[in-house]
């Protein structure tokens, strides 16, 4: 399994919404095409993933999922900026 969007580092591993991070808009099983294996941990796997979860959840469920973890304004900036990407380069 793979956190696709929230990594485990972006909330401290002590804090209570750590285990909101494996919840299934961020969570990949890696068995697709192209795979972890091929593109590693990288921002191109994660522009593939972000379309695959754009489409298989929408845009307004994976904001929510981001919301739901409270980072604050400017750490959730950047995941839903990669959201908005997809959505509108892809959607």
Known sequence: MHE?????NAVPKKNERHDRIFAPENC??????????????????RSVLARKFVKRYGEERLH?????????PENAKMY???INEATHNYG
């Open 28 to 45: 990949s099983l890696l068995h697709h095409d192209p795979c972890h294996m091929q593109l590693g941990q990288t921002k191109r796997l």
């Open 64 to 72: 929510d999922f981001v919301d739901s973890v409270d980072l604050g």
């Open 80 to 82: 839903h900026n990669i």
């Open 4 to 8: 696709w969007l929230l990594k485990r």
